[in-house]
């Protein structure tokens, strides 16, 4: 049996019409001679509102109770989906997380997947069904519902694609595939026809959104290849997939950025052992990632420390920030929110010299300061004020001929 799963997010069954798209959609693949299953996220809007409806409950809903209600989202999608599939002629049945099972931890919210039995479904398939499976959602060995974060309906497919030694995930989503650069500031962007799993994985924790951080991490250790498509179109999309030789000629693989982080300083601390771990300790306490990190000694005894972090968590960790430069007697603490991270990712720099020489002398010709830097085997990123993002963007695509193609 050749197995192939199809995800759908909230914007592919967004109405009625789509649902019907989705259920022809998934018959044409059966019609191709596989066996297919269908996974499915609430639709669009729908899990935002079960959120809100919690909160105005409560501010803080029992946690057990919020899974409960925020997985509903998808059971409706899975029954609509389904029903659509049955009356065009096909055959299909919805299964919720429970009824297979997927067996997570109690992490309610951002629960992990612990193992999936494939049987009912194997069983469903060989009679000639399509299997339509709840994304988001699974159940603990107590048989609590759980859920597992925002946009884990993507987490789910890829899970079961490796459960069921399926030859393809695939991902249909609101965009086309994943790109050389952001197509909205980068004209010359491109649409990758493949990328390795590694770039995938720094692209997502940049903040590019197109997969759950997770999948690609079960993508790539399973080895199932993830194929990123749009619903709208019968164009490929992008395959997400094992590094080959070809990946690595090219140096650079995409530009990235992300506006959406803050940068805090606290100036004229103690350079003696031990101060970082008083500033950091409490930022972490407070369930607060810090991005980029630097520290910049002076001959005096004394550092001034800088590091980013989501805006949304910005405000919350000055506050943290200013009750410790009372305590370490620090000259002074400020913030900055006009600041953007640029990136550049590509497995070629792994066996490429000078890459980041280029980067930064990319961004100096045009007058660009750098304030941050960190690397990684295969990303380079630099703070820069955000002014510039469009900018550096488009000149890095091009110093790093991405643009010829
Ligand atoms: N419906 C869930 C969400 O909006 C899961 C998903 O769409 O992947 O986060
Ligand atoms: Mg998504």
Redesign the pocket.
């Known amino acids: 049996m050749d197995i192939v799963v199809q995800k759908f997010?909230g914007t592919s069954v967004g109405s009625i019409e789509k649902i019907r798209n989705v259920a022809q959609r998934l018959m044409r693949t059966q019609a191709q001679g596989k066996a297919v299953v269908a996974v499915v996220s609430a639709m669009a809007g729908k899990t935002d509102q079960l959120i809100q409806l919690a909160h105005e409950v409560t501010e803080t809903p029992d946690r057990r109770e919020y899974d409960a209600l925020v997985s509903t989202g998808e059971q409706a999608a899975v029954a609509l989906v389904s029903m659509a599939i049955n009356s065009l002629g096909g055959k299909a049945r919805s299964f919720l997380a429970y009824q297979i099972k997927i067996l997570t931890d109690e992490a309610y919210s951002k629960a992990r997947i612990v193992s999936i039995e494939a049987g009912k479904l194997m069983d469903e398939l060989e009679k000639g069904s399509i299997a339509v499976v709840a994304g988001f959602q699974g159940v603990d060995e107590a048989g609590n519902i759980t859920t597992l974060g925002r946009?884990g309906?993507?987490t789910s497919a890829v899970a079961l694609a490796a459960a069921l030694g399926a030859e393809v995930c695939e991902i249909f989503?609101d965009v086309d595939g994943v790109y050389t650069a952001d197509p909205n500031i980068c004209p010359a962007a491109h649409k990758l026809e493949k990328i390795s799993y590694d770039e995938m994985l720094e692209m997502a924790s940049l903040g590019a959104?197109v997969l759950?951080t997770r999948s690609v991490e079960i993508a790539k250790k399973y080895r199932v290849p993830v194929h990123v498509r749009t619903s709208f179109s019968e164009e490929e999309g992008t395959m997400v997939k094992l590094e080959d030789e070809e990946m690595e000629k090219y140096i650079v693989t995409a530009v990235n950025y992300n506006r959406n982080e803050a940068k805090l300083t606290i100036a004229g601390v103690p350079d003696v052992p031990g101060v970082a771990a008083k500033i950091f300790e409490p930022i972490a306490e407070a369930n607060i990632n810090v991005d980029m990190i630097i520290q910049n000694a002076s001959s005096d005894g004394m550092a001034d420390l800088s590091f980013t972090v989501a805006q949304t968590d910005a405000k919350q960790a000055l506050k943290i920030l200013q009750e410790i430069a009372t305590t370490l007697n620090a000259a002074s603490v400020s913030v900055d929110n006009d600041i953007a991270k640029v990136s550049i990712v590509g497995v070629g720099m792994r066996s490429h010299y000078g890459v980041a020489a280029k980067f930064f002398s990319t961004l100096a010709q045009e007058g660009i300061n750098i304030m941050m830097i960190s690397t990684s085997e295969i990303k380079i990123s630099c703070v820069i004020q955000e002014k510039y993002t469009e900018l550096a963007v488009r000149v890095l695509h091009e110093a790093f001929n991405l643009s010829s193609e």
């Open positions: 997010g946009g309906s993507d989503t959104k759950h």
